[in-house]
């Protein structure tokens, strides 16, 4: 499979791999164990560059989310297409509730993306209604619960903390909460 990339020009030759795993609840130890064979081996390849795990939020998702940069397109490509990252995929498979989903991608198209990495993506008007009708309720009501819990936690009233924290909550509920939900609801009008 070729593994395109946002940029196709040679001056941004840079490519990452967004890998998404959802984990049986009682088998997330022995992932962990896994995750500590394949990093070293994923690391040790060419054009490696950084390699970050999001784990999933107890009682909430079984999602790992394990995100590998790479300097090169063709040095990801060799790594995701590699004898021992298909040998160590066909080991943790029984640890999975689906399959090995990753795709290649930028901005903020993995929102838009449904359960399987090969769909297509919804038109970028549409991408757009959607962030929106969420990023503009979230700035409104947030604010008001973040900012008086800041005050009675004594920290001082600070225009640029208060911006800071306020927009790390508005993205971490985008990211983690409302954004996976929110497409799964509104799927059928994203991709009509």
Known sequence: MEIETASSSDKDPGATAVITHRVCA???AAYEVWLEEIGP?????PGFLDWHII???????STYTVVI????KSNLQAWMESADRERL???????LLDGDDFFISSGLDFWFTPGGAKAQLPTRWKQFLATWSVIY??????????????RWLGVPDSRWLDILVTTGVIVFLMVYAIMPNYTRL???????
Not at 137 to 150: H, R
Not at 186 to 192: A, E, K
């Open 26 to 28: 009682e088998k997330q």
């Open 41 to 45: 081996r994923c690391r040790a390849y």
């Open 55 to 61: 784990r999933p939020i107890p009682g909430l998702t």
């Open 69 to 72: 940069r790479f300097d090169h």
């Open 89 to 95: 995929i066909a080991k943790a498979q029984p640890l």
């Open 137 to 150: 309720p979230l700035v409104l009501i947030i604010p008001l619960l973040v900012l008086p819990l800041l």
């Open 186 to 192: 509104i799927r059928r009008w994203l991709f009509d």
